[in-house]
């Protein structure tokens, strides 16, 4: 079992950048895939950026704009959100997936408003 926390979201106006962070409650060795998805009042949850194995994937709403990273000396996986738009407004999820036991993950959430 993995528990995702995510922290970082708030306010910010548009053109302006944001870092998102997720803290998972152990160590992530087994977990191959970890990233960021977000999701509006009516919409599917959609995948903002994530990292299987070296490979880093973005939606192409936001490629050149966000960067995923990932630190598993910390256990942590970061978004870097830059030149932000109103449409980016959402609430962004952690997702992680194990490689043992290939379970799914999800943080709580956290709300990122972009203020036009």
């Known amino acids: 079992q993995v528990q995702l926390v995510e922290s970082g979201g708030g306010l910010v106006q548009a053109g302006g950048s944001l870092r998102l962070s997720c803290a998972a409650s152990r160590s992530t060795f087994d977990i191959n895939v970890m990233g960021w998805y977000r999701q509006t009042p009516g919409n599917q949850r959609e995948l903002v950026a994530v990292?299987?194995?070296?490979?880093?994937n973005y939606a192409d709403s936001v490629k050149g704009r966000f960067t995923v990273s990932r630190d598993n000396a910390k256990n942590t996986v970061l978004l870097q959100m830059n030149s932000l738009k109103p449409e980016d407004t959402a609430v962004y999820y952690c997702?992680?997936?194990?490689?043992?036991?290939?379970?799914?993950?999800w943080g709580q959430g956290t709300q990122v408003t972009v203020s036009s």
């Open positions: 997702y992680a997936r194990s490689g043992l036991t290939w379970r799914d993950y």
């Open positions: 990292i299987t194995g070296s490979t880093t």
